[in-house]
């Protein structure tokens, strides 16, 4: 078993030994273990151990820990917390909220003395037993792939690795190993309790399983290691299929190429849905079939519309795009200009106006070279007569009721503006700050991002242009 550990932590974690390492210590059998064979190294050895008080033996437990930490010499950081209060008050189950501040935990532990691992004891049997809760939960290929032997949990850190140098050791390995160096340890008697769901597919499942098929665990546990490495060479096509379909990255918002997305295949399809929400939401343990497939079977409508994900977040489907992000939507002024207020301004006045906190709007004259320069494709820059405009004062301002718009090719007539947007799809959220330019007599000039009113567009006879545009001030591009 020693000669197994160290080609693990040398070849398959290149862990050093100039760095820290927690030790993430309950004082049970596994920990035990896992600390005495860390022992055999020559790396500096953080004892953390986390006092979830739910047990009658928790203070011994803990006890015991520091007990064992002044006997080899370690450091010893410990912390105990209400965790039965706090997962009422979250919602939380009891295991889920154990989880959540343990992790909590060992994480700002390790980043208070610069460790850039978290060695836990999970083995082989906590495998079998992760893979049977994902397998009757209804995971896909990556639960069913169960722990890795490196993992980053996002929720926590996105930098620090918990470690799993146990994980291809058997619990009968451990206890023998344990029996032979004379070990002591802890037993935590929860283990034994069926009110816990990884106890009974522990004590009560796997076992009957194994007597109908004997073998299944190595067989299990085998299938992870097939199923890891087919899940990596997926993840390397999502990476590709990620980068052409998403165009921008926020904390609140994830915003997606549509029509790429729908060129991928389902299977990829779910998984960029998933990578979204879970790059806004971390601490979201999974996502549910049902909202992923409800998401891709809309977009198969091919209809604008808002479909609720999970933890207050939504996806809104575009003509051209997917947003997932919060159901709050505070990210609407990132992704669209917005107007924060009533702008007067007159087209003399060479400037540019502060619309929001991500957006100005931009005045200048124009020659007629930078007029042909400026024939691109972009809806956020108009060119204008200016004499069709004139030298009167004219407003940046919001949509009022009876605005109507004549827009460019539209010789006769005109439309409300509220027909205008839904022609457009613009988005619903983002219509009612949506700057217009508009002279004293309430005629629309020019709405950004979409159409130029047809009074005002250039001609044979214009001889003085205007430019206006709508830009980001900010890092992203629209």
């Known amino acids: 078993m020693d000669e197994r550990f160290l080609n693990i932590i040398n070849n398959n974690l290149n862990l050093s030994s100039t760095e820290p390492l927690i030790i993430a210590f309950s004082g049970g059998i596994d920990s035990v273990c896992l600390l005495d064979l860390f022992k055999k190294t020559s790396m500096r050895l953080i004892i953390v151990h986390f006092n979830h008080g739910i047990?009658?033996?928790?203070?011994?437990?803990?006890?015991?820990?520091?007990?064992?930490?002044?006997?080899?010499?370690?450091?010893?950081?410990?912390?105990?917390?209400?965790v039965i209060t706090f997962a009422k008050l979250n919602h939380l189950s009891i295991e889920e909220a154990a989880r959540k501040k343990r992790?909590?935990?060992?994480?700002?532990?390790?980043?208070?003395?610069?460790?850039?691992?978290?060695?836990?004891?999970?083995?082989?049997?906590?495998?079998v037993e992760t893979l049977m809760m994902h397998f009757l939960r209804g995971s896909g290929l990556s639960g069913l792939g169960g722990m890795r032997e490196k993992s980053i949990i996002p929720e926590f850190d996105p930098n620090i690795m918990i470690i799993r140098p146990l994980l291809t050791f058997w619990r009968s390995e451990i206890e023998n190993y344990c029996n032979i160096n004379k070990l002591i340890y802890v037993v935590d008697?929860?283990?034994?309790?069926?009110?816990?769901?990884?106890?009974?597919?522990?004590?009560?499942?796997?076992?009957?399983?194994?007597?109908?098929?004997?073998g299944l665990n190595n067989r299990i546990h085998k299938m992870a290691i097939i199923?890891?490495?087919?899940?990596?060479?997926?993840?390397?096509?999502?990476?590709?299929?990620?980068?052409?379909?998403c165009l921008q990255v926020d904390n609140l918002f994830i915003q997606l190429d549509k029509?790429?997305?729908?060129?991928?295949?389902?299977?990829?399809?779910?998984?960029?849905?998933?990578?979204a929400v879970f790059t806004i939401k971390p601490d979201l343990r999974d996502l549910s079939f049902h909202n992923t497939d409800g998401l891709i079977q809309y977009l198969m409508k091919n209809k604008p519309g808002e479909i609720d994900l999970q933890q207050n977040l939504i996806a809104v489907v575009g003509?051209?795009?997917?947003?997932?992000g919060s159901k709050s939507k505070e990210w609407i002024d990132i992704l669209y200009p917005q107007l924060n207020e009533t702008v007067e301004?007159?087209?003399?006045?060479?400037?540019?106006?502060?619309?929001?906190?991500?957006?100005?709007?931009?005045?200048?004259?124009?020659?007629?070279?930078?007029?042909?320069s400026n024939k691109k494709e972009d809806e956020f820059i108009v060119i204008l007569d200016a004499d069709s405009i004139g030298n009167e004062n004219i407003f940046l301002r919001y949509r009022i009721a009876g605005d109507r718009f004549q827009p460019l090719g539209m010789e006769k007539g005109s439309i409300k503006i509220s027909d205008f947007f839904i022609n457009k799809k613009l988005e619903k959220a983002a219509r009612d700050r949506w700057?217009?330019?508009?002279?004293?007599?309430?005629?629309?000039?020019?709405?950004?991002?979409?159409?130029?009113?047809n009074k005002f567009r250039m001609k044979e006879s214009t001889t003085r242009i205007i430019q206006f545009s709508v830009n980001q001030h900010n890092c992203y591009e629209f």
């Open 319 to 324: 003509s051209k795009e997917i947003i997932i």
């Open 227 to 245: 199923i890891q490495n087919e899940d990596e060479f997926i993840k390397d096509q999502l990476q590709n299929s990620w980068n052409k379909c």
């Open 189 to 214: 008697e929860t283990n034994f309790s069926e009110i816990y769901e990884r106890n009974r597919i522990r004590n009560e499942i796997l076992p009957y399983l194994n007597n109908l098929y004997p």
């Open 103 to 127: 992790y909590e935990f060992l994480f700002r532990i390790a980043r208070e003395k610069g460790a850039k691992n978290i060695a836990v004891g999970h083995h082989a049997d906590d495998q």
């Open 55 to 82: 047990r009658e033996n928790a203070d011994r437990d803990e006890k015991f820990s520091k007990e064992i930490a002044i006997r080899d010499n370690c450091e010893f950081i410990s912390e105990k917390a209400d």
């Open 259 to 275: 029509l790429e997305f729908l060129e991928l295949p389902l299977a990829l399809q779910r998984r960029i849905i998933r990578k």
């Open 345 to 372: 301004f007159n087209i003399q006045e060479i400037k540019t106006i502060k619309i929001s906190n991500n957006w100005t709007f931009e005045i200048k004259n124009c020659s007629e070279r930078e007029m042909k």
């Open 435 to 453: 700057p217009l330019v508009v002279n004293s007599s309430g005629e629309i000039i020019w709405i950004p991002g979409l159409r130029p009113g």
